[in-house]
């Protein structure tokens, strides 16, 4: 069906294509570094630890600053759109001595930053609990350890100026993300005590002076992590309190819920408490096993509570690391398949369906949620990235395959 057949189509349902069109192209993500090298970073080759887990080892991984540029360069460019590159503190580029997280600058990231104008893009930031000597027992900011503490307290208040380093360079906010392992791998005996100590060193971190109108910190929560399966200090009602006393932001991934919770769900009330909500998108595949995300039935659910409550109050970043295919397909493919749920949530038409729900047609609306899902999505899809320059069908992967050949192949 062309575009024009399906703009009809649509426009007799009540929706009209050409806002929906404007309204996605609006919509930044942020693509997540860390698919490019299974969470490795520049300061060691040791790989990620904390209860994170990257499988696969599917040649041409980004093993230095250069080649994780031109790779993330490449995606975006097979990918509609003005976006974001969400960067970890372990992605610093040193020159000679790897400066501690502790001892972390701006100018450890003023390389990212000259690519970033270079290409267009915003940055965000995470400080890096993780990979490193003084997080090898999966404490960090609640260890009992004073001296530990103190040493992840820096590394968080070093990244809140990284952050505002970005948003200022940059001239849009950087959103500052702060996710800790910490955990048991077997069962406490002293719940409370590592909660108490948490929030005491989060408290010392959002103590220094940062400009809210360059910085955005989002919490995260967690369930439980590979080797720290019994307790996490981060849970999401830790985060959700916490967030709230602090006048911080909560962040919500994909995975790390049960997997038989809805995430949507909990949208529209996160969105009530907070005014804003913020994501890693992900796909937890039996466990947190950060998958590439699909168009499934979890994407679409949280895509539709997003477009209802309004794009704009939503942080939309990528969170997954799956090492074990073409990692630039990964993130093209996420990309996309984020933006594809986006856009086919505004093809549908929510008055009517909340008329529906509020006036008791139950069977109506079944009829029309259900209807909605075949009409002619894909079309609005093409035109889309027919306005932006780039492939509307799986043409990109070419593109890709060719990328593999020509630039990955000569990696060791
Ligand atoms: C881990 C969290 C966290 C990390 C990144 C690398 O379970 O999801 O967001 O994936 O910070
Ligand atoms: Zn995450």
Redesign the pocket.
């Known amino acids: 069906m062309s575009y024009n057949e399906a703009k009809r189509k649509y426009a007799k349902m009540g929706i009209d294509t050409e806002k929906a069109l404007k309204d996605l192209a609006a919509i930044p993500i942020s693509m997540h570094c ?1 698919q490019g090298d299974d ?1 490795g970073g520049f300061e060691s080759t040791g790989g990620a630890s904390g ?2 887990q990257t499988t696969g080892n599917y040649p041409g991984k980004a093993r230095t600053p250069a080649e994780l540029m031109q790779d993330l360069s490449f995606a975006l460019s097979l990918v509609p759109g003005r976006h974001r590159v969400n960067l ?1 503190a372990c992605y610093g580029i040193h020159e000679g001595k790897v400066a501690d997280r502790n001892r972390l600058e701006a100018k450890h990231f003023a390389p990212w930053v000259k690519w970033a104008k270079k290409t267009g893009v915003k940055l965000d930031f ?1 400080p890096t609990f993780f990979s490193h000597p003084l997080a090898a027992d999966g404490l960090t900011l609640s260890s009992p350890d004073p001296k530990v503490r103190k040493f992840w307290v820096e590394h968080g208040v070093r990244c809140l100026d990284i952050a505002e380093y970005f948003g200022r360079e940059l001239k849009s906010p950087c959103c500052i ?1 702060f ?1 800790m392992p910490d955990g048991y791998k077997d069962e406490p005996s002293d719940r409370l005590g590592p909660r108490l100590r948490m929030a005491d060193s989060l408290d010392r971190i959002f103590a220094h002076r940062y400009d809210r109108k360059h910085v955005v910190p989002t919490l ?1 929560s ?1 369930l439980f ?1 590979i080797g720290l399966e019994s307790y996490t200090v981060g849970s999401h009602e830790f985060v959700m309190g916490y967030a709230m006393k602090a006048k911080i932001l909560a962040l919500l ?1 994909m ?2 819920f049960h997997l038989s919770e809805s995430v949507a769900d909990k949208i529209s009330s996160f969105l009530m408490t907070f005014g804003k909500v913020a994501f ?1 998108i ?1 796909r937890p595949v039996r466990w ?1 096993s ?1 998958h590439v995300i699909r168009q499934n039935d979890d994407l679409r659910a949280a895509a539709q509570e997003i477009v209802k409550m309004d794009p704009k109050n939503f942080i939309l970043a990528l ?1 997954y690391f799956d090492a074990s295919i073409n990692r630039v397909a990964a993130w093209v493919l996420g990309m996309r398949n984020l933006q594809k749920e986006l856009l086919k949530a505004m093809l549908v038409p929510w008055k009517a369906l909340k008329g529906m729900q509020d006036s008791g047609e139950f069977t109506a609306q079944l009829v029309l949620q259900e209807e909605c899902k075949n009409y002619p999505a894909g079309a609005v899809w093409g035109e889309f990235c027919r306005r932006a320059g780039v492939d509307g069908d799986e043409a990109w992967f070419k593109r890709v395959v060719k990328y593999e050949r020509d630039v990955l192949s000569a990696r060791g």
């Open positions: 860390w969470v209860g994170i970890h995470n993300n996710w995260e967690k992590g991934d995975g790390h890693h992900s947190d950060d969170d």
